[in-house]
């Protein structure tokens, strides 16, 4: 990682105006004047954020024979976190400035006497313990409802499938168990946009080891995770691995490190793993009755395996990917704004525009967008000038334009722009699709 690495505060507003402008990210209920902390993905943030998760399953999943994955639900009992001890201890210490009545984590400021809102020293109240779980009520009658919980993390749906996974599926441990699904945390000061929010989409897998092997898994794992993000184009001066300090670890780990990015306001996290050791097995088999361990025949031993667990949040990663994509440049003593997306992320793969908007070409320009949807998510554009156009596709990251023109009526051919140099070719339409198959391999 490069040492001159530096935020860039400015890239913050260039993308969450970018985000609403172009479709990525809109402020959720904002007719209604919006509702803090959540958020909507539009036409082209739904793409992205699609393909940031496919990009984590291939990966985690579909490329392994010893992961499998699973979807458990949003809502569980009380004693599933009881026993992992999220009701007891899953809080943050909140202080309140009783000058400007402004709410922070103390353990999130830099000077805990210090208020960052208004600068005034030693007006904090005593540090209390706020709860982040969310609670609700499963029933017909508030009054006689179950009291159940939105979960704050997916982890532990995977934890308490671990038997029935295990005998259904065959594995044997070395294997892992992978999810992607929404979380819930009631956080205290939610903010930088879609980065901390009280509800949002987790990637872990967990990923379950004989006890003796458990520490060169974890390195492996915490090498495989920085090796994802990087292969995806990630710029490798914006991306660290940081291991926690003893004093930063859960009292059940025995290692943890975090996937950093440098974000506008600097070194933030976009993945943590973490070796959780027999912790959470051990917890569900005591508080459910429940054997959750394996019996090794082969060595004649039954242990309670160790937990190896990658977990990354899908939306601050897609938001992680949009600001390290981001560039400008002048051509033509303008500036071009370019979003240099891998073109696995890429919402838009292609991008077909007719010349014009004359009957004469739409139907070849159609056929030609027929002949590609199948493959790829492919865009069809023909309102304004074909610069205008160009533009539009280089600022929401499409790779390939494909421009159907008065030519093509006699040569069956088109020209096909690349995003990032500009470069173009002349393709004709039987050749098409095996030159951008090659490209978008």
């Known amino acids: 990682m490069s040492e001159t690495a530096s935020p860039d505060p400015e890239l913050f507003d260039k993308i969450v105006n970018l985000s609403k402008r172009r479709g990525f990210v809109f402020q959720s209920a904002e007719i209604y004047g919006g509702f803090r902390s959540t958020y909507d993905y539009g036409p082209l943030g739904v793409l992205l954020l699609r393909n940031v998760k496919d990009a984590w399953w291939r990966s985690m999943v579909q490329q392994r024979h010893d992961v499998v994955g699973l979807d458990a639900s949003i809502l569980s009992p009380p004693q599933v976190w009881q026993a992992s001890g999220h009701l007891a201890n899953f809080s943050d210490p909140l202080v309140d400035c009783t000058n400007c009545n402004a709410r922070h984590r103390l353990d999130k ?5 210090v208020c960052p809102a208004c600068g005034s020293e030693g007006t904090f109240t005593e540090a209390r313990e706020f709860n982040l779980m969310f609670k609700t009520h499963a029933g017909p009658v508030t009054e006689t409802a179950a009291e159940v919980y939105l979960r704050p993390e997916t982890a532990q749906g995977m934890f308490i499938n671990f038997a029935n996974v295990l005998n259904t599926s065959r594995k044997r441990p070395p294997f892992g168990i992978a999810q992607i699904g929404k979380s819930f945390r009631n956080e205290i000061t939610p903010g930088n946009f879609v980065f901390r929010t009280r509800e949002f989409e987790q990637m872990e897998m967990e990923f379950f080891v004989p006890p003796a092997e458990s520490r060169q898994w974890y390195e492996y794992w915490c090498q495989t995770r920085m090796d994802w993000y990087l292969d995806l184009g990630m710029d490798p001066a914006k991306i660290k691995l940081r291991a926690h300090d003893d004093d930063e670890l859960s009292h059940y780990s025995s290692g943890t490190s975090d ?15 973490a070796n959780r050791g027999d912790f959470d097995l051990t917890q569900h088999a005591t508080h459910s009755g429940e054997k959750l361990d394996f019996f090794d025949q082969a060595n004649n031993e039954r242990y309670v395996p160790h937990v190896i667990e990658p ?32 073109h696995r992320l890429a919402p838009y793969k292609i991008a077909v525009l007719p010349l014009s908007k004359k009957d004469t070409l739409t139907p070849t320009a159609m056929e030609v967008f027929d002949s590609l949807k199948g493959r790829w998510m492919v865009d069809y554009d023909e309102t304004q000038s074909i610069g205008k156009r160009y533009a539009r596709q280089d ?39 095996g030159y951008l198959a090659e490209r978008l391999s």
């Open 259 to 273: 996937v950093e990015y440098l974000f506008p306001w600097g070194w933030d996290e976009l993945e943590g793993i």
């Open 311 to 342: 977990a990354a949040g899908a939306t601050r990663t897609a938001m992680a990917f949009l600001m390290d994509a981001y560039d400008e440049e002048v051509v033509n003593d303008d500036t071009r704004t370019v979003l240099r997306l891998d």
């Open 395 to 433: 600022e929401v990251g499409t790779p390939y334009c494909i421009t159907v023109d008065f030519e093509t009526l006699e040569d069956r051919a088109v020209t096909v722009r690349e995003r990032d140099t500009r470069e173009q070719d002349r393709v004709s339409l039987d050749q098409l699709e």
């Open 109 to 113: 400021l830099d000077d805990p006497n």
